[in-house]
T-cell receptor
Framework: GAVVSQHPSRVICKSGTSVKIECRSL??????MFWYRQFPKQSLMLMAT?????????EQGVEKDKFLINHASLTLSTLTVTSAHPEDSSFYIC???????????FGSGTQLSVL | GENVEQHPSTLSVQEGDSAVIKCTYS??????FPWYKQELGKRPQLIID?????GEKKDQRIAVTLNKTAKHFSLHITETQPEDSAVYFC????????????FGTGTRLKVLA
């Protein structure tokens, strides 16, 4: 099946620093990638839609200058949490679509803890 | 806006019994409905899906039914096992021909041995 790799799996950082998370489709070209945020025991909240070579589309209430998304190639999208604060602590997860079976596959997630 | 409601939020069943999780969607243009299983701290895994031109789909112990008229779809797990314990999310595509989904709020399933 299609494989989506996400790194790092866990990040602990100080308040004010920026953190970059990578999402890669390993065996297919991802025409579209998505970034979600998930709080404990809650559902996946879509943050933004990322298309290769174009600007990301952000959901209402998500600050685009806070959460920078770059989709430079058909296999890589990155999410940068800029000037992270404790309230940004969360589980961030990506997904990628474009595999031949037209299904959406998820990365393994990144647990971000901002001290 | 588009919405997916999921019930129940928690479900406990005895091993060997069946479990049913129900979802309702609001976007009449939705045409793809996947179900994901997520274990604690892990990625959601696609377990079954159904398209709007099909009313029912089965894969071993797992089945999904879809009622387009009522905008309901359900996940059925038979002969439950302890390893079925996880959080299950339903989702509905936003419109057609898109990977963009709205997710339900999740159901925490516990299978008691």
């Amino acid at each position: 099946g299609a494989v989506v790799s996400q790194h790092p799996s866990r990040v602990i950082c100080k308040s004010g620093t920026s953190v970059k998370i990578e999402c890669r489709s390993l065996d297919f070209q991802a025409t579209t990638m998505f970034w979600y945020r998930q709080f404990p025991k809650q559902s996946l909240m879509l943050m933004a839609t990322s298309n290769e070579g174009s600007k990301a589309t952000y959901e209402q209430g998500v600050e685009k200058d806070k959460f920078l998304i770059n989709h430079a190639s058909l296999t890589l999208s990155t999410l940068t949490v800029t000037s992270a604060h404790p309230e940004d602590s969360s589980f961030y997860i990506c997904s990628a679509g474009g595999a031949a079976n037209e299904k959406l596959f998820f990365g393994s997630g990144t647990q971000l803890s901002v001290l | 806006g588009e919405n997916v409601e999921q019930h129940p939020s928690t479900l406990s069943v005895q091993e060997g019994d069946s479990a049913v999780i129900k979802c309702t969607y609001s976007d009449s243009a939705s045409n793809y409905f996947p179900w994901y299983k997520q274990e604690l701290g892990k990625r959601p895994q696609l377990i079954i899906d159904i398209r709007s031109n099909v009313g029912e789909k089965k894969d071993q112990r797992i089945a999904v039914t879809l009622n387009k008229t009522a905008k309901h779809f359900s996940l059925h797990i038979t002969e439950t096992q302890p390893e079925d314990s996880a959080v299950y999310f339903c989702a509905a595509s936003i419109g057609s021909g898109t990977y963009k989904y709205i997710f339900g709020t999740g159901t925490r399933l516990k299978v008691l041995a």
